[in-house]
């Protein structure tokens, strides 16, 4: 029997479905009152009250490891830490990126995709990230997939690619407001380091959406990081960069091995 990850996450609701959620079909259980603080227990009706499942099936031990809750350990990453360390673990063992390419080359979910750039160095696929239902603007989370193969995170950015990046950067906030009625002012563009998987992605969230991954911990504004680019195209890959791990990571038993932790 194939291992498998089920991820199950309550659904948002709109303003359109309040008068059914404090509707009669709607219990309501007392959960704490003081002064003029309450607090209840509800069960609004199905309708509303949605549940969204992920699955990933059959699931490596890595998906199993990525789900698991564990403690967490923040590492700084030298240039040399890269080199010594890192990257040699990331190619050994990082996860396949097929999936990716079958959106890339438009054999998947394509009918989710809301832009498509196809010039082969500077474009990239823009598409609604799982974790959104795309009911509510204010939880919007799409991201921007680059179309070049050559570039596994962060790490690998320079000077050579602000062409790239600031495509993804402007084009992005055109086609979200356009399709989402979402201004550039209301946006959180980022990239995670270390990211999830190793082919170069740009996140973009709503601002009002409190969504992993966007703390200063893990993200790096794409603005910040062009503007670093265009000081020094070599700063990406030379400047320390400090990232938590999960503590059964086997990259963080490299790095408590070499002395690093």
Known sequence: MDNAVLILEKTSFDNSDLDTVLGDATTFRLQLKNDIYHSYLTRP?????EVKATLVCPATAKHLEKYTQQEMFLVTETEQDYRDITLPFLLESQFSLQWVYNILEG??????????????????????????DQ??????????ICRRR???SLRDLTGNHLPLLENVFFQTQAE?????????????????YQPSYY??????????????????????LLTDVIHDLRRDGDVC??????????SNDELLARFRDAGRL
Do not use: M
Not at 45 to 49: E, G, K, L, Y
Not at 109 to 131: A, I, M, R, S
């Open 45 to 49: 009706p199905p309708d509303v009250n």
């Open 107 to 132: 054999r998947a979910e394509q009918n989710h995709v809301v832009f498509d750039d196809p010039d082969p160095e500077n474009g990239f696929v823009l598409l609604p990230d799982l974790k959104w």
């Open 135 to 144: 009911k509510e603007a204010t939880q919007l989370y799409l991201v921007a």
């Open 150 to 152: 050559n570039i596994k």
């Open 176 to 192: 979200v407001l356009s399709h989402f009625g979402v201004p550039a002012s209301q946006l959180r563009c980022y990239l995670h």
């Open 199 to 220: 082919h170069l992605h740009v996140h973009i969230t709503h601002l009002a959406a409190d969504v992993p991954g966007s703390g200063v911990e893990r993200a790096h």
């Open 237 to 246: 890959r030379t400047r320390p960069l400090s990232f938590p791990l999960r």
